[in-house]
């Protein structure tokens, strides 16, 4: 097959082990199709206020959360010798990853079973499967 | 990449164009990964009765509605050079796809983002999501 199936792909990280389990069959895969991995990390903006913390308190630790982890994401990738670059967003989940995929031109997306948000206290449930609904590109879910 | 990721890949088929795209996207990645495809349809028992056929006649006429498409899809894999092996079921789709990918270990499903049951009259709805969420492997679904 001379021709790609992928040539850019879009892993969605969390720092959940569903998401690590993801970027590592990512890896797996982009190696064999010869694609660069996206990987990006959306800071949840849609979460309600929470009153322990004021909302830009609140922000400002998923901000440093996801510099953090895509850090992580982007070591593993190098470690496993595929390209990446990293992107971090603002705002819905699920609308982010939707209108990188669009921006982008990515062929696919990775995502875990389960995840996407699920960090601790920041566990807001999955999107990956309104994802697999709305994505315009297939999507591959990880198990 | 000496391992392959996927080695035994399941592909429902029902003659949809949503399922024909998934079977020509999973002979592609068939190819890249020295995957063999198992071709699953699945006589679908789990459809009320229809008042204008009565139910003996109805399941012998997707009986053959099934070896059919299963010929095309069969036909279609070798045209592209890829190993293929050929299963028909009765019951309820999900659940016999979900048996199979246990008794046949597979480790991926590939499914069209519609169909699995769309074929005219036959028309029942999509079973993708059900198996995004219930199958015991990754699953790919193709747009």
């Given at each position: 097959m001379k021709k790609s199936l992928y040539l850019k792909i879009l892993v969605p990280v969390d720092g959940s082990s569903y998401s690590n389990k993801a970027l590592a069959h990512a890896c797996e895969l982009a190696k064999t199709q010869k694609a660069i991995l996206l990987l990006i990390y959306v800071v949840d903006k849609s979460v309600p206020f929470l009153n322990f913390i004021d909302r830009r308190e609140y922000l400002s630790v998923l901000r440093n959360y996801g510099k953090k982890i895509m850090k992580k994401a982007s070591d593993t990738t190098r470690l496993r010798g595929v390209t990446s670059k990293q992107i971090i967003k603002e705002g819905n989940v699920s609308k982010e990853i939707i209108k990188t995929v669009k921006s982008e031109r990515c062929n696919l997306i990775i995502v875990g079973?389960?995840?996407?948000?699920?960090?601790g206290r920041f566990l807001?449930?999955?999107?990956s499967t309104k994802l697999a609904a709305d994505a315009p590109c297939s999507v591959l879910i990880v198990k």
């Open positions: 079973n389960k995840g996407l948000g699920a960090a807001l449930g999955s999107t």
